[in-house]
């Protein structure tokens, strides 16, 4: 009784009070995670030609696109709802009007789960640019289930295979720009840690043709990135193109958003303090598309702004080489 009255004293709540604020402040600091170091983005990308998938407002690409655009850099916003996005590059043109140095926005459709849509839309980006320096991966969804149009595991085909597709039409424009400029450009791809929950591998056709509810779906589409990423370097060793990928912590975007109900309830209960805001989700692959090759391993897997461990199934050649060409194989009736 005596230790409850001494503190229920004024000074000793005080300090319980102050302690348990520096507890959520420090906390919450944590959970946010590592930002991009402020010296690289105090670069100028002038001139400099970007693409992001998944470019709306309120995920990670849209904060992405925020902070090389007020580099200078010309950024194609790829969305499926041009709409809303010509509406919120408004927004930020508006909002950046003071900024000294800004670049170009450019809002471009494509419909992730429609190859049809992704080999038009890559074809228009190459009649309108004549360069790319930076292409980020960024689109995703998580907890859906279904097949895209051309009858493929959605996860697999707006995950990974749209991607694959993308940068299919697009590898040669960058190969292009790095050697005419004599400069350094990136592939990143936005993975997950989730990429280690993939147990069971359906590496074939017929495998890949059916819907699948379960986490394994979303956590197999993850691990092609990495699987993806690792063949792109393999493949690019020898030019100044650094292949990259990322896992960008747990984010509070709408990612998610086709996640039962009862789920979605309990994730937005834990939202507000253990996960990261857009803004610093991005800052890993912010981080990758400013920081020089040198400081960098090409085909590695990022977290937090540093290389981190990936699973050891990613390693294996044979796999990549299997994804690789199961991927030509769906690809081929678009190319």
Request: aromatic letters at 10%; hydrophobic letters at 40%.
């Amino acid at each position: 009784m005596a230790l409850l009255q001494s503190l229920s004293t004024p000074p000793v709540l005080l300090s319980l009070g102050v302690v348990g604020a520096s507890a959520v402040y420090w906390g919450r600091k944590f959970f946010l995670g590592t930002y991009c170091p402020d010296h690289l983005k105090q670069g100028n990308l002038k001139g400099q030609v970007v693409l992001v998938t998944g470019a709306s407002k309120g995920g990670i690409g849209y904060e992405t696109v925020k902070a090389l655009y007020l580099m200078g850099a010309t950024v194609v916003m790829a969305v499926r709802d041009v709409s809303r996005s010509e509406k919120e590059k408004k927004e930020l043109e508006i909002e950046s009007e003071s900024s000294t140095v800004k670049g170009q926005l450019i809002v471009m459709k494509v419909e992730l789960d429609d190859l049809e849509s992704v080999r038009e839309f890559s074809k228009e980006f190459l009649s309108k640019f004549d360069r790319l320096d930076i292409l980020v991966n960024n689109a995703g969804i998580g907890g859906m289930t279904g097949i895209s149009k051309q009858g493929i595991e959605i996860a697999f085909s707006v995950n990974h295979l749209s991607h694959f597709l993308i940068v299919h039409y697009l590898r040669q424009l960058i190969i292009d720009t790095s050697i005419k400029y004599s400069k350094e450009c990136k592939i990143i791809n936005v993975s997950s840690m989730a990429h280690a929950y993939a147990k069971s591998l359906k590496f074939t056709k017929d495998e890949i043709s059916m819907s699948d509810t379960s986490v394994n779906a979303y956590g197999q589409s993850k691990l092609c990135n990495v699987l993806f990423t690792k063949s792109l370097a393999r493949q690019l060793e020898n030019t100044k193109i650094g292949c990259y990928c990322l896992h960008p912590g747990a984010v509070n975007t709408n990612v998610f958003r086709h996640l039962p109900y009862y789920v979605s309830l309990v994730l937005n209960g834990l939202k507000w303090y253990f996960f990261k805001t857009p803004e610093s989700g991005a800052q890993t692959q912010i981080y990758l598309a400013l920081e020089k090759m040198e400081k960098l391993s090409s085909g590695s897997y990022y977290d937090d702004c540093k290389k981190a461990n990936e699973y050891e199934l990613s390693k294996s050649v044979e796999l990549q080489d299997q994804l690789w060409n199961l991927s030509e194989e769906l690809i081929k009736d678009f190319i």
